[in-house]
């Protein structure tokens, strides 16, 4: 008999999982059958690997998986639903691809139980805008995809119950962003099952998420500023599952949604890299390989965005590049963070079961082995140009490296909502290689991790980055944004990609007093470095972990500029960059007396130590001709940056902003 629910958060069933041997090689960089991930068969083993350490974690009932102390907004009763439901987003394409599973009963006694208002583990009725909505989603792609599995052994009292249940979470309120497509997929699997229902408000709810189609290919999130991931692994995931399914009763529609996700494509190949690494930006990082379920998708789908062979290779890249890290506890349990266990970097929305959102990366394995996804040999990336300037999402991408670091310079999205918001979405530089950094606290630079922004200070000890950018720009291979971190202090910032550097210049309109603060990239502080230099308009470091480099155009005394800053070397506390725990940042600092003030640097971050030369030489990445002053190397054999000509084309006078 399964033991009672333990005190304290333990899991239901105390039994040790079968998984720690899968977990060890996770932390050694490997994942079992997972490591090759070359084919459908090896895709196939993963998602069962992943699931298999939830079996011992079954309540009684089965209607609800305890993965750990719950911290997110809503009760346990959702968050242990959440669990349940999230590896049905894998486990429903398994079936319908006709790979066996040995655990599907504990699935079907979960949702006769959750969904009986008579048991003890009834999940509760949903309410509007309630987090047992989301989960709603995933039941209902299983009865679309497997009703063999999850529907048609179930009693027919068990089977009204679902329905009941499911039909009553139709009628509720979602929020207005991507959560309207949860009863659209609900409703595609109850037409599945011959359970009918009013079709008339999901045709509404259609029409509202067609409405935030920007062009392109884009949406937004709802009426807000995000172009985040939800567009690939929501807006245009779901779209496409339901142009798979309800396109011969809806063919308009569905045309619209593939062609839509056919053009998104195209730019969205430009936020991975050639080993398949997208780039950390955004809300629920926590999901990891979701970031790479469009891929699949599309394959889903029967949308040719690119070559089959591509289509594949971006998304098994992806899987690849993601099992070289630490996911999974000692259990084998997917864990909250993103390059490692980091619970701080977690969304308030986000329990213990929520990282199982990745297994949306597993929808193609519902497609038959000869279908062209599968049939076409696995293609790797095509050549890219160096920048791709996306500005439905105010976003410049830029491929360094020979394709091996993709950074994302972004000057138009902000979220207040979301826990460390203006970290995720309002800093200038994003890169696979460094990530990002978010805050550990609110006072002095080492709590505040301010990699890839601009921070300003009236006291010396508490300092405010950008945090929500407007006035957005994109023209000319510049971004622009301004932002007001004081009623009496405006800054215009202006990002400029010369790949692999990026160059920016910022407008400093002051009323007050300010220190400033600019962090280049946040780079691994455990390998001892090879050489480090910081002074007067310069801060750089050479390591294992990678090379780093910002310089103040302005020069030691500021020049044409004005005021010169003083570089130095960051350690911010341990647990803030999303990539590794343990950073540190070159940072320029400055002082500034009210008035107005420009400032300008230029920034390149490397992944591997440099070899002494022109900057870019070698294997890391390729020069610009002419981009420097000279052709040698900069100080010392340092990179050299581009040069002065590069931003003085921005000022007053002669830059293509105009004199305002």
Not at 377 to 406: D, I, N
Request: overall charge negative; some cysteine; charged content about 20%.
């Amino acid at each position: 008999m399964t033991p009672p629910l333990a005190a304290g958060g333990a899991p239901y069933d105390r039994e040790d999982p079968p998984a720690a041997s899968r977990a060890a090689r996770d932390r050694e960089g490997s994942s079992g059958a997972g490591g090759a991930m070359r084919d459908r068969e090896d895709m196939r083993r993963l998602a069962t690997e992943l699931v298999e350490p939830l079996v011992p974690r079954f309540s009684p009932g089965r209607a609800r998986l305890r993965l750990g102390a719950n911290a997110a907004l809503y009760g346990d009763e959702a968050a242990e639903l959440e669990a349940f439901a999230r590896p049905l987003w894998g486990l429903a394409p398994l079936a319908a691809g006709g790979a066996s599973f040995g655990h599907w009963e504990l699935w079907r006694r979960g949702l006769a139980a959750g969904t009986d208002p008579g048991h003890e583990e009834f999940w509760g009725a949903a309410t509007d805008v309630d987090q047992r909505l989301v989960e709603t989603a995933a039941i209902g792609l299983a009865l679309a995809l497997a009703p063999e599995a999850v529907w048609d052994p179930l009693s027919g009292a068990e089977r009204d119950n679902l329905a009941a249940w499911l039909l009553h979470a139709m009628t509720r309120e979602t929020a207005d962003n991507n959560w309207r497509f949860f009863p659209v997929l609900v409703g595609l699997g109850l037409d599945r099952v011959g359970v009918r229902f009013d079709p008339g408000p999901n045709h509404a709810r259609l029409e509202r998420l067609e409405s935030f189609a920007l062009g392109r290919g884009w949406y937004s999130d709802g009426p807000t500023a995000q172009r985040d991931y939800y567009v690939p692994f929501a807006m245009h995931f779901y779209g496409l599952v339901y142009a798979a399914l309800a396109g011969d009763r809806d063919p308009a529609r569905a045309e619209r949604l593939r062609g839509r996700a056919a053009a998104f494509a195209l730019d969205f190949q430009h936020w991975f890299t050639s080993d398949g690494a997208a780039v950390p930006f955004g809300r629920s990082l926590t999901y990891r390989f979701a970031q790479g379920a469009f891929w699949g998708a599309l394959g889903f789908a029967g949308v040719e965005a690119l070559p089959w062979g591509e289509v594949r290779g971006h998304l098994m890249r992806h899987l690849r590049w993601w099992l070289r890290r630490p996911l999974r506890d000692a259990s084998g349990l997917l864990t909250l963070g993103y390059g490692y266990a980091q619970p701080a970097l977690a969304e308030q929305y986000n329990a213990p079961g929520s990282p199982y959102w990745a297994m949306k990366a597993f929808l193609p394995l519902a497609l038959a082995d000869d279908h062209p996804f599968w049939a076409a040999g696995e293609e790797p990336a095509r050549e890219l140009p160096e920048t791709s300037l996306q500005p439905e999402a105010g976003v410049a991408l830029m491929r360094c490296e020979e394709g091996r670091q993709v950074v994302m310079l972004s000057a138009g999205q902000h979220n207040a909502w979301v826990r460390h918001g203006p970290a995720k979405y309002a800093k200038f530089a994003y890169s696979t290689s460094f990530g990002f950094s978010v805050p550990a606290g609110s006072w002095g630079l080492e709590q505040g991790a301010f990699d890839g922004t601009l921070a300003l200070s009236d006291d010396g000890t508490h300092w405010r980055p950008c945090e929500a950018p407007g006035d957005l720009s994109v023209r000319d291979g510049l971004l622009h944004a301004r932002w007001e971190p004081w009623p009496d202090v405006e800054v215009d910032t202006w990002l400029l990609p010369r790949s692999p550097w990026h160059v920016r210049v910022h407008r400093v309109r002051s009323g007050r007093g300010l220190l400033s603060a600019e962090g280049a990239f946040a780079v691994d502080r455990d390998p001892v470095a090879h050489r480090v230099a910081e002074g007067p308009g310069h801060a750089r470091l050479d390591s294992p972990a990678g090379l780093c480099v910002i310089e103040d155009l302005g020069g030691p005394s500021g020049g044409p500029l004005g005021t010169g800053r003083a570089g130095e070397l960051v350690r911010p506390l341990p647990g803030t960059n999303v990539v590794v725990p343990r950073t540190v940042i070159p940072t320029l600092r400055g002082e500034h007396e009210p008035g107005e003030h420009w400032l300008a640097c230029a920034i390149l971050g490397l992944s591997g130590p440099y070899d002494a030369g022109p900057y870019g030489a070698g294997p890391r990445g390729s020069r610009t001709p002419g981009s420097g002053p000279s052709g040698a190397g900069g100080p010392a054999g340092w990179p050299e940056p581009p040069g002065l000509e590069d931003v003085l084309a921005l000022l007053p006078g002669g830059h293509p902003f105009g004199t305002g």
